[in-house]
């Protein structure tokens, strides 16, 4: 990653690697960024608004957690499919349980 070149070029520079440091010098691989998280879109915001204890554990939640929510919503193609999976949503999170597998 690129904090670990900074930090290696910064401890290199310091003279304060070993040499088995030395021999582990980072590659110049690059790796794709990371995701952004979707922006939480607002009608899936306020279907889970409506329900207090919904939105108390989906804001407990991990990013990757919220974003499994958003994007399975999201995804569907069908108003009526939508609406279907924001009810079961909101029934998960309000019983304080994460989506698992779908």
């Known amino acids: 990653s690129d904090v670990n070149r900074r930090r290696w070029t910064e401890l290199n520079a310091a003279g304060l690697l070993t040499p088995a440091g030395l021999a582990a010098a980072p590659t110049e691989n690059s790796y794709a960024p ?3 998280i979707p922006e939480l879109p607002s009608y899936i915001r306020t279907a889970i608004k409506s329900n207090r204890d ?3 554990f989906f804001q407990k939640l991990p990013p990757r957690e919220r974003r499994n929510f958003v ?4 995804i569907a193609k ?5 609406e279907r999976r ?3 949503s909101l029934a ?3 019983a ?3 989506l698992g597998l779908k």
């Open 34 to 36: 990371k995701p952004n």
């Open 54 to 56: 919904a939105w108390t």
């Open 71 to 74: 994007v399975w919503i999201h």
């Open 78 to 82: 069908r108003p009526k499919t939508r």
């Open 86 to 88: 924001i009810r079961e």
């Open 92 to 94: 998960l999170l309000a």
């Open 96 to 98: 304080g349980k994460k």
